[in-house]
């Protein structure tokens, strides 16, 4: 219903202004106070109704000077919503957003219906706008990462190393083996005239005459 009648013997109602109507529960319309704003719209439906603004919505046939808020991770791009939109996995907004944006350097899209939190333990992922917010992605081999919600991974130091991708720590190496250079899958064996230093970042010959034993 969009008109009222406030005088009698009329053959036809009076028109509520634009963008509002008779609520369908109302009673006989008397009055052109009985008109209310349409969804999507707010003020006074006996003299104004305006769209509220993008990241705003309204869903009832009813007055009111303000439209509620999206919830945050949703939002509303245009003026005179109805209701608001759900971010993408991998997306996130504050409340009263007019559009969502991808999770920050660190997070991912890996939350409950998507939402953005850190990537975990072993895992890294960088911002960008070429870079999928989805997931993170896992530290290759030869690096770690033991903190959550990071953009890179940590190369494995001297005399230790990572074979697996998602390491959170990298490994020492064995007894009798060494490794000298960051960033490595493995470590090196150790020829028979050498020992390996303390750390296992060196090797030194044993020399001439000398015993070989532990470092």
């Known amino acids: 219903r969009d008109g009222y009648q406030d005088e009698t013997g009329q053959p036809l109602c009076k028109t509520c202004i634009p963008n509002s109507r008779i609520p369908e529960n109302a009673a006989t319309p008397t009055r052109r106070d009985d008109c209310k704003c349409n969804p999507g719209f ?14 705003q919505y309204k869903d009832v046939v009813a007055n009111a000077q303000t439209c509620k808020q999206c919830d945050a991770n949703t939002f509303s791009s245009v003026a005179g919503a109805t209701n608001c939109t759900r971010c993408d996995p991998g997306e996130k907004s504050n409340p009263g957003a007019a559009k969502c944006t991808p999770c920050d350097a660190g997070e991912a899209g890996t939350g409950e219906a998507g939402k953005c939190e850190p990537c975990r333990v072993g895992q890294f992922r960088k911002g960008g706008a070429n870079i999928s917010s989805a997931k993170c992605t896992l530290c290759p081999a030869a690096f770690y990462q033991d903190e959550t919600g990071q953009t890179t991974c940590l190369s ?21 083996r ?8 493995s470590c090196d064996d150790v020829d028979a005239e050498y020992i390996v230093l303390k750390g296992s970042m060196a090797k030194v010959r044993v020399p001439l005459g000398s015993k070989k034993g532990c470092s």
Not at 179 to 184: D, G, T
């Open 42 to 55: 707010r003020g006074s439906g006996a003299t104004s109704c305006s769209p509220c603004p993008a990241g």
């Open 156 to 176: 494995c130091r001297p005399g230790t190393f990572s074979d697996v991708s998602g390491s959170i720590l990298c490994k020492d190496c064995a007894p009798g």
């Open 178 to 185: 060494f490794q000298k250079n960051p960033e490595k899958k």
